[in-house]
């Protein structure tokens, strides 16, 4: 609690300008890492003596599956902002349908279109990220990583050692490339395409959803590679597995976002 405390506190300091902000968000960050490695590595080790029973190993399941339905809510909410925008509010500011006053009422200029940069290209002129080219092989990367690391918990199954560990560093390699190829993209987008943040609602909900999946992305290839490290050491077996069940869920979730994205965001 302390370190997220220190840690919003420091970013809500370092918004406003403050110098040490700054600093105070790196130092809560620590401390939650400290923890974190200290409470996994006291989890790590009271599984591998045996401490865990069938009841706790369902409460494992039972409470990964609630936090990936919480980052399914999550993305669900700026997917509903998205269509909102899209399919509610533009309609309604454009003077369409049965409101067909308010475009005078509120901007006589709005032009009902999408994607939109605001009354009369408020953040300047823009060109559209489409769907071909990056956005195309980052969902190549991506699916094939799915499959990569369902081919590892097959070997995992069989107690295939060998093919457990090249599964997940093939993985861990495709999505690292996937953020290194967005990262890519962002500096292309702004550089050259003038898409930013300040570039309408539509700059705005593009990088809010692409950016929190990259976030994921990253994430997940973190917890891959700390599975990594486990499945070198033989932590894991065909009969005992689930913190790698745990990540591959998650990992197969962020797999489903990005195709919702590569459809909503850069498709349509």
């Excluded at 969902?139 to 995992?156: D, E, M, P, V």
């Excluded at 997940?168 to 190829?181: E, K, P, W, Y």
């Excluded at 077996?237 to 998650?250: I, R």
């Amino acid at each position: 609690m302390i370190s997220l405390l220190t840690t919003l506190f420091g970013a809500a300091l370092a918004m406003n300008g403050v110098s040490f902000g700054t600093l105070m968000v790196v130092a809560g960050l620590l401390l939650f890492a400290y923890l974190l490695f200290g409470w996994f590595r006291d989890v790590i080790a009271e599984s591998l003596s045996g401490q865990y029973n069938t009841q706790v190993d369902k409460s494992f399941r039972m409470g990964m599956m609630w936090f990936i339905a919480s980052e399914v809510f999550f993305f669900g909410a700026f997917f509903g902002a998205l269509f909102y925008i899209r399919n509610i509010a533009l309609p309604w500011l454009g003077g369409e349908g049965y409101l067909g006053m308010t475009q005078e009422i509120l901007y006589n200029q709005f032009q009902m279109a999408w994607p939109s940069n605001g009354p009369g290209d408020l953040g300047g002129a823009f060109t559209v990220m489409g769907p071909w080219g990056i956005p195309a092989l980052n969902t190549f990367l991506l699916l094939s990583s799915g499959a990569t690391i369902t081919w590892a918990h097959w070997g995992l199954k069989e107690d295939n050692q060998q093919q457990l560990v090249r599964g997940l560093i093939a993985t861990i390699a495709l999505g690292l490339l996937f953020v290194i190829m967005q990262a890519y993209e962002y500096g292309h987008a702004y550089g050259e395409l003038n898409l930013t943040l300040e570039t309408g609602v539509y700059g705005s909900t593009f990088y809010m959803l692409t950016g929190f999946h990259g976030f994921h992305v990253t994430m997940g290839a973190i917890m891959l590679i700390a599975i990594l490290g486990r499945s070198m050491k033989g932590h894991f077996s065909s009969h005992n597995h689930f913190a790698f069940e745990a990540v591959a869920w998650y990992w197969h979730f962020v797999d489903v976002v990005w195709l919702g994205l590569f459809i909503f965001v850069y498709w349509l």
